[in-house]
C-alpha cells in the first residue's frame, strides 16, 4: 500500500513531551485506512531525546528518526523531514502536538476538497483567556507586522499544525530559506504568492505543557526576517519582469502561455468554521 499521510515533527531536547506525542499518534493512526509515517527530526539535541526515539522505533513501526548532529533550527529541521517524506500529503506538527489527533482528519478533509495547504487556526479569545499575557502581547504584534509586510490573508501563521499536499509544495519548501521560527510564514507567503489554495480550519489549541517563550526570544530575528521574505519577493518579481525571454516574444509561444507564478489549483485564502 503506497503512503498517504507523512507526520513530520521537529524535536529539540523534547524528551519529556515525545512519548506523549508519539502515543497520541501511534493511537491515531491504529485507527486509520491509509498507510502512514511518521518522521522524527531530532536537531542536536543534548537531553535524552535520542534516547527516547530509540525506544519508539522498537514500538512504533512507522516511525523513521532523522539526526542533525548540532541545532540548525525549526526550520531547517522542518525542510529536511519534508524533504525525506515519501507520501501524498504531509502534516507538519510541534513537538508537543498542539491539536487533537482527529484534528488532522480536518485538515486532510479540507486537503480532499481542493486547498493544497491546510492550516489549524487558533480561534479569537481574549488576553484574559491566553496562558500568558506577554505571549499575547508579542503573537499579536507579530500578526499585525505579517499583515502589514507581507499582506499575507492568514489569520494565523505560527500555529505549529498544518497539512499540504506534497507534490505541489515540494519546490517551494526547497526554496525557503529560514532556519528558524520564520519558516511557517515564508512557507505560507510562498504558497499564497504561488497561487495556491490555502485554508485555515478553526481549532482548539491542547496545552500538553507549559507554553514556551519562544517567539519573545526570536522577536527581533523574526522581524529581520519578515522584511527579508519581503524584499526577496519584491527582487524576484522584478527579475521576472526584466527576463529576456520576456522581453522578446519572439523567443517564447504566445499561445497556451501561462504568466509566471501562477497555478492551476490557485485561489487566495479560505477560511473554515
Not at 15 to 21: E, Q, Y
Not at 23 to 39: G, K, N, W
Not at 158 to 170: D, H, I, S, T
Request: aromatic content about 6%.
Amino acid at each position: 500500500m503506497s503512503l498517504y499521510l507523512s507526520i513530520v515533527i521537529p524535536a529539540h531536547n523534547e524528551a519529556k513531551i515525545l512519548p506523549v506525542t508519539l502515543d497520541c499518534l501511534r493511537t491515531f493512526l491504529s485507527e486509520q485506512s491509509f498507510a502512514a509515517e511518521v518522521i522524527i527530526v531530532d536537531d542536536g539535541s543534548t537531553d535524552k531525546t535520542s534516547a527516547v526515539l530509540q525506544e519508539w522505533t522498537r514500538a512504533f513501526e512507522c516511525l523513521r528518526v532523522l539526526r542533525n548532529p548540532v541545532n540548525v533550527g525549526k526550520g531547517a529541521s522542518i525542510r529536511r523531514g519534508v524533504l525525506a517524506s515519501r507520501a501524498e500529503c504531509v502534516f507538519v506538527s510541534d513537538a508537543d502536538l498542539p491539536g487533537r489527533p482527529e484534528d488532522i482528519s480536518r485538515l486532510l478533509e479540507a486537503l480532499r476538497q481542493g486547498a493544497a495547504v491546510a492550516i489549524a487556526s487558533r480561534r479569537p479569545a481574549p488576553m484574559s483567556a491566553a496562558p500568558s499575557r506577554t505571549r499575547f502581547i508579542a503573537s499579536a504584534i507579530y500578526r499585525a507586522m505579517v499583515r502589514a509586510i507581507l499582506r499575507l490573508p492568514v489569520r494565523d501563521t505560527q500555529c505549529g499544525f498544518k497539512a499540504f499536499l506534497r507534490e505541489p509544495l515540494l519546490p517551494i519548501v526547497e526554496g525557503l530559506r529560514s532556519n528558524g521560527f520564520s519558516f511557517d510564514v515564508e512557507f505560507l507567503f510562498a504558497a499564497w504568492k504561488n497561487k495556491l489554495a490555502v485554508k485555515e480550519v478553526d481549532f482548539d489549541v491542547v496545552e500538553r505543557r507549559p507554553t514556551r517563550h519562544a517567539i519573545l526570544l526570536q522577536s527581533p530575528r523574526m522581524v529581520i526576517d519578515l522584511l527579508r521574505i519581503r524584499l526577496t519577493a519584491g527582487r524576484e518579481l522584478r527579475s521576472a519582469r526584466t527576463r529576456p525571454d520576456e522581453l522578446d516574444p519572439a523567443l517564447t509561444p504566445m499561445k497556451g502561455r501561462r504568466e509566471p507564478g501562477t497555478n492551476p489549483q490557485g485561489s487566495l485564502a479560505n477560511h473554515e468554521n
